[in-house]
């Protein structure tokens, strides 16, 4: 961005137009032989009362700067072709602005998960993009939140109870010797099974969860136990996965108040009440239709918990924005959510995003919903790492176990959350394991050797030179590589104000490209004078330093060695 502010003030003083129209106007050229940024003259064409194409000619040899090797015209166009040393000492005197003021409080809701099965692929995606909307908040100066609601009651949760109760008898996961989240979702699948061969068991389950809410003990004896299970499930999951947790809220403990804030929105006309004796919110002036805010029964549904939530959380925390990490099918459930906050008057109503997040597939196919071919969020991660630990034997025959299955938690880890979070969130992908692994192309272990590369080549190096002389780095390629490293603060600033890690994804990919595209060209350790052998090492050295902070706010560990 400064270097883009140097050129529209030049511009400026010869036009009076303003910077910032300036600045939005400036272009980065398709090609470095058009230079390093482009003025399109097209703006000036009318108050300068020339063509463009004139205005490019006169303009480009009235120029001069000191950061400026030249400027020239071409066609309507003037090409800024930036001086390398001045380029480099923009980026080697680079300083992190403080956030000054009070912090903006955001809040970010993720993963989300039921007591009544295992975590799954589609929450790892969940996970991760939370992680690293956390980090890349928080480099923004942000105090971030990270609260998750665990869905612990309810019609799904009644399923797995019941099959329990049925079958269940004495078992736990100990005794089974599975893991507690795994053990309770085997009793979700058995439910499906049940009510295929019996209809009539869904009624039950309404049943059920009406006992549940009147407060049975028997009822709750069970849910008690099978929640935690699952719970002690969760925490493990979360732990391998990186997910910090700043505070859990448990629909068990405030759907009652979301049923009193529905109830009291009834009484002062804000919802209506059906035939079934259900309350409902019309929004279909606002082309969303009839939704439902409580059952007929007296029981609550999601949105009931979701409206006594988003209060909660204010009080609180008293948020400026309220993030929900929540999958793409949510999406109409958070726009009447929303509607409902704006019709309550909940001062938070215009603080709230819905960050939505597509499908994963793999290769084989979609994951269904628990049906006994889910993808679970453990076992795919065990998979990753196994894989990766076989590729480390392959490299290095001779490394230790304790060693192989340190990298390999590393570059397994890293290639999950980068193929992942490579993705702009709202697309669909398919997950490809052996694709992922690979050192080469878009990947985490590609960007990690890349890092630890520059490691090797550092650690061959004699020291740090105290002084660099960045007149040294002269060539095309290592201008393209300042400009690049020049960038990075203002792709995580986007990456921030977009919600969008897949922008700092990108930048990591092509920051790397352009690196082994150099070093293949440039014998960085072999030059004809020392001199230029420092300015280089302390080029690499940014770059690694960029490559380990952008692959940190990703949540990816940054190795030395491979």
Known sequence: MVFKEEIAGLITKKTGLSKDKIINLIETPPSPELGDYAFPCFALSKSLKQSPVDIASEMSSKLKADFLERAESKGPYINFFLSNEYIAKKVFEEKKKKASGKKEIVCIESPGPNTNKPLHLGHVRNMLLGISIRNILEGQGKKVVSVDIVNDRGVHICKSMHAYMAEGKDKTPQSEGVKEDYFVGDYYVKYAEMEKKDPSTEKKIRELLVKWEEGDPETIKIWKRMRDWCLIGFKKTYKD??????????????????????????????????????????????????????????????????????????????????????????????????????????????????????????????????????????DFRTKMVSLAANEIEKKHPGISEKEKLRRAEIIGMGAIKFFILKYDAARDFIYNPKESLSFQGETGPYLQYTHARIASILRKAEGNAKKIKFQKLVLEQEKRLLLKIGLFDQVVKDAAENLRPSIIATYLIELSQELNSYYHEVPVLKATDKDTVDARLALIRKIKNKLAEGLGLLGIEAPEEM
Not at 280 to 286: A, S
Not at 313 to 323: A, E, G, L
Not at 333 to 357: G, M, R
């Open 241 to 378: 996965f990186g997910v910090n947790i700043d505070k859990a809220y448990y629909e068990s403990d405030f759907y009652n108040y979301g049923k009193s804030i529905v109830l009291e929105g009834f009484k002062k006309g804000l919802f209506r009440k059906d035939e079934d004796g259900s309350v409902y919110i019309d929004l279909t002036d606002k082309s969303l239709g009839k939704k439902v805010l409580l059952r007929g029964d007296g029981t609550s549904i999601y949105i009931t918990q979701d409206i006594a939530l988003g209060k909660l959380r204010f009080d609180d925390f008293k948020m400026d924005k309220m993030i929900y990490v929540v999958g793409n099918e949510q999406s109409y459930h958070f726009k009447v959510l929303f509607e409902v906050f704006k019709l309550l008057d909940f001062p938070f109503a215009d603080k709230c995003y819905h960050l939505s997040y597509g499908m994963i597939s793999l290769p084989e196919g979609k994951m269904k919903s628990r049906e006994g071919t889910v993808v679970d969020a453990d």
